[in-house]
């Protein structure tokens, strides 16, 4: 499209602000291959993203959040399904994110993910789809925000996020949702050993899963045993525990039914506002990190980094003058002098 007479039939001169603009209008007209090229470009950490993100902050959406997380097996992506199912009986649009914080390379639990999904995948009310990081600077700590922030302005009401992988970088993703759901199930030996090593704090909903299986019945005695242990303050959030066959869709409803709740809750209680405050401060820092290892040369093989580090390993610089001399020649320093 042209951006003015002078542009005219000369695509390639077509400024990035236009062409990102135009992106994400066709996006939030509901074309599912726009979307899919601006989440492409998060994954890649594209210089467009700069216009896409300018572009797109006249329309906060209303998305809710729901993130999905536990070990490899519990059933995230067959309750992730039977979510979306529940949601689509309501008409509500709903868009899945599976998210591999442990792998720069999309492998293939995610393609897994993406076949178990299949059956919504002629859906137009539903958008799926796998994300790493490889190629962005900042990582996932940056592309999982941006990733959100779009389908968000896309106009989507619900965004399921799933992680693959048990550890902290799953934890981090966990915490960008409003609702996060930690997934359990019988015959997993270290799920609940997974819970105390630190996803315990993120849940705000759990789901024993393949309660079709007699032992699911220890699962939900060990939960409950572990929280009543733990401490509430006056009107905190006291995570549930919601027992649910995903393959058959039962205790779908009463999950929906919880992830309401909580959703109220954070609204009435102000939570939803702080934990969204608390999610921007650590994306602008996130990418204010990033650029400022983009500006001493990020990436390897290309940067005066690269003359700095051989001289330290060759032992003929310590690394704080290195470090010194990289922040004293990078552009960033003149944001201001230090006064240390
Ligand atoms: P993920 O790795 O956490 O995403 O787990 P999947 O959703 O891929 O599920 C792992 C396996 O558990 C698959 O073979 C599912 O069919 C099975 N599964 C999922 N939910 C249930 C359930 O409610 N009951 C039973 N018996 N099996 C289930």
Not at 111 to 125: K, N, P, S, T
Request: charged letters at 25%.
């Amino acid at each position: 499209m042209p951006c003015c007479s002078g542009c005219r039939g000369r695509a390639k001169s077509v400024p990035a602000d236009s062409r990102a603009a135009a992106l994400v209008e066709a996006a939030r007209d509901g074309d599912a291959r726009s979307l899919a090229r601006l989440i492409s470009q998060v994954e890649n950490g594209s210089a467009e993203l700069r216009p896409v993100m300018a572009a797109i902050t006249p329309y906060p959406g209303h998305a809710r959040v729901v993130g999905l997380t536990g070990s490899p097996g519990v059933g995230k992506s067959t309750v992730t399904a039977a979510l979306v199912r529940a949601y689509r009986a309501l008409e509500l649009r709903v868009a899945v994110l599976a998210v591999d914080p442990t792998s720069p390379f999309t492998g293939g639990a995610l393609l897994g993910d993406r076949v178990r999904m299949q059956d919504h995948a002629i859906d137009r009310g539903v958008f799926i789809r796998s994300m790493a990081s490889r190629g962005h600077l900042g990582g996932l700590a940056v592309a999982a925000p941006q990733a959100l922030r779009i389908l968000d302005a896309a106009g989507f009401d619900v965004i399921c996020v799933e992680t693959v992988g048990v550890g902290q970088a799953e934890v981090e993703i966990a915490s960008l949702a409003d609702t996060t759901l930690v997934i359990t199930a019988p015959g997993m030996g270290d799920s609940i050993q997974a819970a105390k090593a630190g996803i315990l704090e993120i849940a705000d909903i759990f789901v024993v899963n393949k309660s079709d299986r007699p032992d699911a019945q220890d699962v939900v005695r060990d939960l409950r045993n572990m929280l009543a242990m733990a401490r509430y303050s006056e009107g905190a959030w006291k995570p549930p525990i919601v027992s649910a066959s995903a393959t058959t869709g039962e205790g779908i409803d009463e999950l929906a039914g919880r992830l309401d709740q909580h959703w109220e809750w954070l609204g009435e209680s102000g939570e939803r506002d702080r934990r969204r405050l608390a999610r921007a401060r650590e994306e602008v820092s996130a990418i204010a990190v990033a650029e400022m290892r983009r500006q001493i040369g990020g990436l390897p093989g290309q940067s005066r980094l690269d003359d700095l580090a051989r001289l330290v390993s060759g032992g003929k610089l310590d690394p704080y003058s290195a470090a010194d001399e990289l922040i004293g020649e990078s552009a960033f320093n003149s944001y201001g002098p230090s006064t240390s």
